[in-house]
């Protein structure tokens, strides 16, 4: 018996993990990561670095973010408290899914994971206080490689579940360029 659930997203080689969980009354049990049974279900990353970011409040915006070229990151992310609403879009030239979007919930009682390949812009909205948000990467974060598209542009028309004028955003999520801007730039490989 698979000890994990993988679900296809529409979006071209992102997948949701549902691992398996023991529950009873004392509470649960799960292997958050195994290499082993990922590798057996036809995911082999080799992952090199564990974040770890904490939101306070509900309404907290962080997005959309990437990592250009040789630093491009391929992620394993899941909410452990609260509950997010996560979003990427497909930044990958010639993929069948460029420039589509797709969200998800994650959340601490779904237990969902959602496997990001490299050359997706990522964000998260959390919808309740107190997000713990955990992400595995397959590459070093490098800050000459960091970038952005904006959360609220136009062309991707992201249905944000809240007013966008109340998110909680950091000054840098404020100032990303378009995607527009971004296809002209051209200077990502993934």
Not at 41 to 58: E, T, V
Not at 79 to 106: C, N
Not at 122 to 130: M, P
Not at 165 to 188: G, Q, T
Request: aromatic share 12%.
């Amino acid at each position: 018996m698979s000890k994990l659930n993988i679900i296809e997203s529409k979006l071209q080689d992102v997948k949701i993990i549902e691992p398996v969980i023991y529950s009873d009354h004392r509470g649960f049990f799960t292997e958050s990561y195994s290499k082993k049974d990922y590798e057996e279900q036809g995911i082999d990353y080799n992952f090199i670095q564990d974040n770890h970011s904490l939101s306070a409040d509900a309404g907290v915006l962080r997005g959309l973010h990437f990592q250009k070229g040789e630093f491009a990151q391929t992620k394993l992310i899941r909410a452990v408290t609260g509950a997010v609403l996560d979003v990427i879009v497909d930044l990958r030239k010639g993929s069948p899914t460029y420039s589509m979007w797709e969200s998800y919930i994650l959340s601490e009682s779904n237990k969902r994971q959602l496997l990001v390949p490299k050359g997706f812009a990522h964000g998260f909205l959390t919808l309740t206080s107190n997000v713990n948000f955990l992400y595995k990467c397959d590459n070093y974060f490098n800050s000459e490689a960091d970038a952005g598209i904006a959360f609220d542009d136009p062309h991707l028309a992201i249905d944000w579940p809240i007013d966008i004028e109340k998110a909680i955003l950091s000054e840098k999520d404020k100032k990303h360029p378009s995607f527009k801007e971004f296809e002209k730039k051209n200077d990502f490989i993934f």
